[in-house]
């Protein structure tokens, strides 16, 4: 048994647009099959594209960065800034007297701006209504799957210092 | 109507491998959703198998195209 067709001496053309009504209902079947199993390529294609990114993809290098000086914000204050690079927006936020926590910006559904907001102790999402905690990032509301990345921040002659992002499971 | 009883047995034949078609494109698509939401949260090791299963899906995927291209040159043929 053969896999493939038989060759034929009818041109391609007439396969394609048969004068016969019958026909063209296997026609219409075999396109069909054809887009399914494009789009199956596609599919593996785009497996193959994460599986390169992965195995090049560089360790992150993290500077050291001042982010803020102690004292600087009230409690229940925030501050915006920029960390690893300038393209990331991370946000800052005193949530008591000793506690500071910082957070990714981006909003890991569809990368909005998350805010904080200070009457429910969250930060939130205002695109699509997705909400995390402000103790860990984890998200309990709304369509993120994944929780927000965390900046981990050192006290060091009276500044914070961002020293890296802590990615989810990393 | 087709009353043909080899053209009716290549239309069953053919609709069977496009049903097949369409659940393992189902199960493909969800593999890819799944090892890129992977990879979005910072895990590599889902990658490659999922590539290696993708690859096996997309395998046959295109053998029950060939086999529906063979059957339909077939049966109108004669």
């Known amino acids: 048994m053969s896999w493939f067709r038989r060759p034929s001496s009818t041109p391609l053309w007439q396969d394609e647009f048969s004068v016969f009504t019958a026909d063209e209902r296997y026609v219409n079947r075999r396109q069909f099959t054809k887009f399914l199993t494009l789009t199956s390529l596609a599919m593996f294609a785009g497996n193959l594209w994460i599986l390169v990114r992965s195995w090049f993809r560089r360790p992150a290098f993290y500077p050291k960065q001042a982010v803020a000086k102690l004292n600087e914000l009230p409690v229940g204050g925030v501050k915006l800034f920029s960390y690893p690079t300038a393209a990331d927006r991370c946000i800052l936020v005193r949530t008591e007297a000793q506690g500071y926590v910082a957070y990714s910006q981006k909003c890991t559904h569809l990368s909005c701006a998350v805010y904080y907001s200070q009457a429910r102790n969250r930060l939130e999402c205002p695109c699509h209504q997705g909400f995390f905690s402000i103790v860990d990032g984890s998200v309990l509301q709304g369509p993120p799957r994944r929780p927000l990345p965390r900046v981990v921040l050192e006290q060091k002659n009276g500044l914070l210092i961002a020293t890296r992002m802590e990615q989810e499971g990393a | ?78």
């Open chain 2, 1 to 78: 109507m087709n009353t043909d009883p080899r053209q009716n047995r290549g239309l069953t034949a053919i609709d069977g491998a496009m049903t097949l078609i369409v659940v393992l494109l189902i199960v493909q698509i969800w593999l890819f959703s799944a090892t890129l939401e992977s990879y979005l949260a910072g895990h590599r090791e889902a990658a490659l198998p999922g590539a290696i299963i993708s690859g096996i899906l997309f395998a046959a995927c295109a053998a029950l195209y060939l086999f529906v291209d063979r059957i339909d040159s077939e049966v109108r043929k004669g």
